[in-house]
């Protein structure tokens, strides 16, 4: 019942990241592209707002499940799907601190009425990264999906 349970929610939290970064993707950031380098600054500040802390506790409640079901998973062949969820979760992980994250910094750290001649303009680059992890959330969602089946 345990393995269950927490097989459908990181199938739940899968869902919910793949989603987000979804809509991300195809609003948020042609929106954004859209803005005078001040105003995308002030509305990356204000969207970001929003993200966290929910989505990286949604994110490492669902990595902590899956890699605890890589032990507890009833058969050798389902502890090796939660052990790809693992990875793939590490993924989203990994390019969310180490590419995203470094970036919004950047931006928030710009003054939106004063923005420098030749700023070098985060959009391209974030929505780059942006749709790397969307790809492996939407992969996440369907190994998950797998791994739920399975037991």
Not at 66 to 78: G, N, V, Y
Not at 85 to 113: E, F
């Amino acid at each position: 019942m345990v393995t269950e349970l927490l097989a459908l929610l990181i199938t739940v939290e899968s869902g919910i990241v793949a989603g987000v970064f979804f809509a991300v993707a195809v609003s948020v950031i042609p929106a954004l592209a859209t803005m005078p380098p001040g105003r995308y600054i002030e509305a990356h500040r204000a969207l970001g707002e929003g993200y966290h802390p929910v989505m990286p506790i949604i994110v490492n409640s669902a990595t902590l499940a899956a890699a605890a079901l890589i032990f507890l998973a009833p058969s050798t062949a389902t502890r090796w799907i939660f052990a790809v969820v693992t990875v793939l979760l590490l993924g989203v992980q990994g390019v969310s601190h180490l590419c995203n994250v470094p970036i919004n910094r950047r931006a928030k750290a710009v003054d939106p009425d004063n923005v420098p001649d030749g700023w070098d303009d985060p959009r391209t680059l974030w929505r780059n990264w942006h749709l790397l992890r969307t790809a492996l959330a939407f992969l996440l969602l369907v190994v998950s999906t797998v791994a739920l089946i399975s037991l």
